[in-house]
Every structure is written in C-alpha cells, then in structure tokens.
T-cell receptor
C-alpha cells in the first residue's frame, strides 16, 4: 500500500530533550515536506526537500532541522524542543498529477502529536 | 502577500442536502487549486485538483468550481451523508512554485441525520 509513515504518533517530552520524528514513504516520491498544524492557524510548512541532499526552509523553520540522505526518508529533528513546538506534525510527499504540470498533490502521513512540557 | 480564506465557522447541514464550502484567495493568480479532506487527528487526504483554465471539475458526488475573476473556489458535496463530516481544506501553490502548497485553515462540515 502506498503510504507515508511517521513515528512516533504520540510523544510527550520535556524542554531541551532532543527528539527525532521519522518519516518514510514508499512511493518513490522526490518531493517531501514537513508541516505543523495548530488550531486556527492551519497547516504551515516547516521544511521541504526536492530530492536527496536538497532541503530548504518553509515558513516556520526555527527550532527544527531536517536531513534527506535517502529518497524515502525525511526525519524532522528538534535539537532543543520548547513548549511552543507543541503541535500536530505531518510529513507529506508529492507526486505530480501529469507530465509537466508541476502540480504538487500531497500524500500525508497520519500525523505525530508532540507535547513539550 | 498571498492569503487564503475559508469560513472558520462550522457548516451544519441535513443529510441529503448539498453542502457548499468557499475558498477565497487574494494577491495571487494560482495555476491550480486543490481540495483536501481531513478527519480529526488524521492527515489530510487529497480529493480534487482544478486548473486555472477549468471552470468546473467533478468526482462522484463532489464538484469544484474555480472562478479566477472572483478569486474563489466553491466545493460542493451533493446528497451529503454523515460520513462526509470532516474538515475540508483548500490549497494553492505558492507563487506558481512547485516547492510549497499554502493551505487554508479549513472549514468543518457536520452532516446531521
């Protein structure tokens, strides 16, 4: 089954304790992205990656790091989590809808709910 | 800067009626627009994409329109069912770029039996 898998699904941690949220896709997609979702703010992009070893900042990258060493994996790293990073996180990967379309149809993971105390 | 607006108030309708959700955008002329469905605690799921040169797109009970003059998309669910209850998000590409989709905050739809 084509899917994006995130782990962990739920995590409670304390301020300053480094954590990594893993993301893996089995669709051979080149494009991957991380979003956070907060009430009333909708989905905001944290980082994205166009391909292996090619990552770039989204709208809210502060406090996060990513890496793309393999095409299928795109982990999100919080080096020193703070309470304002308490949120619901989604990883997504993209396939174009047609040749030359450039249209970015996203397949999302199930989400990772992170609480930082 | 570009902005997407969806009605933040929940839409409550009776089963069997047509639900209509609105997505407005400003300062922008997107090449396409997408609609996603999101159930509580789960990731959004892609429903439909409509391009700027298409006025209307249909998929089963779903219909999307795209008015580039009004800068508005309407999302219709005909013969609505309680299983259609969810939050619906519209999304547009950022400044014509492949790199980012900008999402609206979504409108919650509740279909009552």
């Amino acid at each position: 089954e084509a899917q994006v898998t995130q782990n962990p699904r739920y995590l409670i941690t304390v301020t300053g304790k480094k954590l990594t949220v893993t993301c893996s896709q089995n669709m051979n997609h080149e494009y991957m992205s991380w979003y956070r979702q907060d009430p009333g703010l909708g989905l905001r992009q944290i980082y994205y990656s166009m391909n292996v070893e090619a990552t770039d900042k989204g709208d809210v990258p502060e406090g996060y790091k990513v890496s793309r060493k393999e095409k299928r994996n795109f982990p999100l790293i919080l080096e020193s989590p703070s309470p304002n990073q308490t949120s619901l996180y989604f990883c997504a990967s993209a396939s174009a809808t047609g040749r030359g379309s450039g249209a970015n149809v996203l397949t999302f993971g199930a989400g990772s709910r992170l609480t930082v105390l | 800067s570009q902005k997407i607006e969806q009605n933040s108030e929940a839409l409550n309708i009776q089963e069997g009626k047509t639900a209509t959700l609105t997505c407005n955008y400003t300062n922008y002329s997107p090449a396409y627009l997408q609609w996603y469905r999101q159930d509580p605690g789960r990731g959004p799921v892609f429903l439909l994409l409509i391009r700027e040169n298409e006025k209307e797109k249909r998929k089963e009970r779903l219909k999307v329109t795209f008015d580039t003059t009004l800068k508005q998309s309407l999302f219709h669910i005909t013969a609505s069912q309680p299983a259609d209850s969810a939050t619906y998000l519209c999304a547009l590409p950022f400044s014509g770029g492949y790199n980012k989709l900008i999402f609206g905050a979504g409108t919650r739809l509740a279909v009552h039996p």
